[in-house]
């Protein structure tokens, strides 16, 4: 692992490069919207409110380089998934679970289109999203789990065995899978910096290198000046226990992530994946990987996952057994890939709300908006969120109406606060620690049962 590249933000960035940085803000400011995170929630709410209405004076604000975060740093999975729907469907009702299902559903779309409306290459291809399993209470897990999301509307799932998984991609061992056409492989950063520069086209102001330290009512405050707008829209995810008062809204969970060097082609007539479907697996501590656009897999997973009092890393440098566990990963799905030098490793953190459902909110009160704890489901979740943002404003201005959007279950729904210090810290760590174990248990033993264990972490988390 000597040559392996350990942080520098991403493997994304180091292959596509850090942007040219963008000037912080000079002074006190005004504007119509002030978005504060420069990450796809925010850009992808910049994009779409001055689409609806070019006379706004919009403003973004990043702390670092848009993208920083976890829009640069993500397994580049744009795909349906969406953290919450199940706990929609007992307190909205399952009509509305599947509505907010069937507008994820085509949310995948929706960012393909965009791209191409605005000549961003993204490396984007939709092979749809492969889970599989390999053990007895894997299998029991993805066939629930495939009832599930078919009950929730898609009638165009696939349910696989063994065989047929294998003619797909040959998992070492897998016996199953389920497989969804809503799903895409793509390049995170290529997308964010074609976003941001289709933001700064339509008129946009991103102000970079410009953290902000609170939100009040009508005021985003830096240290190079405040602006002033009617809506102010947090939109800063695993960052945002750096403002002040948000300690404890939403968890910065870490996950960390491995590339490998791009494999050979006889490599590849090992493993299949002609399909490049993204790719993850039934277990408690999961895994997520994609075929990049040269040919090489990248992996991630959990490794430290969360530091004491909410702290986020700087460059994303990982721990060094934390890549060991995850070229093991690689290794125990792709044998031939063994010898494959490990290119770039590197971690950033997601947000995670106490009871793990995304949200979207504006206080009409105040003028307060904000979107996130997408539980790393956030790369399609970021634009559902942001069309919503921009109905909840045109709304609340008296520019339009409710809309679909607006009426979804997720829209302001509230969540209590995680847990105080050391309280957050030893719980992340036991849960995870647990759910590791119940891995290791399933693994062994190879019972068809989901071992109590991770059941009562999944009860204790608020996860299911």
Known sequence: MSSTINGGISFWY???????????????????????????????????????APFLNITVLEGKFCGYGASGRNGGWLYNGIAGRDTYAR??????????????????DEVVRVAAEETIDADIHQGGVLEVAYTPAQLARLKDFHTAETAFGETDRVLRGA????????????????????????????????????????????????????????????????????YILRCTEGFTANLKGQKRSWLPMNSSMIVT????????????????????????????????????????????????????????????????????????????????????????????????????????????????????????????????????????????????????PWVNHKVRKWEPEPLRWLGVHTLYAAYRTADHQESTSHTPTTPRLARLANRVSGRH
């Not at 292959?15 to 040219?20: E, F, L, R």
């Not at 793509?186 to 700064?200: Q, T």
């Not at 939100?215 to 002033?228: D, F």
Request: hydrophobic fraction near 35%; include cysteine.
């Open 261 to 408: 060097e791009p494999l050979s082609p006889e490599i590849w007539d090992t493993i299949g994946w002609e399909g490049r479907e993204t790719l993850g697996d039934m277990a408690h501590a999961y895994m997520y990987a994609q075929r990049t656009a040269d040919d090489r897999i990248a992996i991630g997973g959990r490794g430290v996952p969360y530091r004491y009092g909410s702290r986020t890393d700087n460059d994303g440098r990982t721990q060094p057994a934390t890549i060991t566990a995850l070229r093991d990963i690689l290794v125990r799905f792709f044998p031939t890939a063994a010898g494959a030098r490990i290119d770039h490793a590197w971690s950033g953190v997601l947000g995670v709300p106490r009871d793990w459902c995304a949200t979207v909110t504006l206080d009409r009160a105040t003028g307060l908006g904000w979107a996130g704890g997408y539980v790393g489901s956030g790369v399609a979740t970021t634009n559902l969120a942001a069309r919503t943002l921009r109905d909840l404003i045109q709304q609340d201005s008296a520019q339009g109406g409710p809309t679909d959007l607006t009426t979804l």
């Open 163 to 230: 065989r047929e998984t294998a003619e797909r991609v040959r998992v070492t061992g897998a016996v199953g899978s389920t497989w969804t056409p809503h799903g895409a492989r793509l390049h995170p950063v290529k997308l964010l910096k074609g976003l941001a520069g289709a933001v700064e086209a339509l008129g946009v102001t991103i102000h970079e290198s410009t953290p902000v330290t609170e939100i009040k009512p009508k005021h985003a405050i830096t240290p190079y000046g405040t602006v002033r707008a009617p």
């Open 14 to 52: 180091a292959q596509d490069g850090i942007p040219a940085p963008r000037e912080p803000l000079s002074g006190d400011a005004t504007a119509d919207v002030c978005v504060v995170g420069g990450g796809f929630t925010g850009l992808w709410t910049a994009y779409y409110l001055k689409k609806a």
């Open 91 to 108: 307190t909205h009702g399952h009509d509305a679970a599947v509505r907010l299902q069937q507008a994820m559903n085509a949310t995948v």
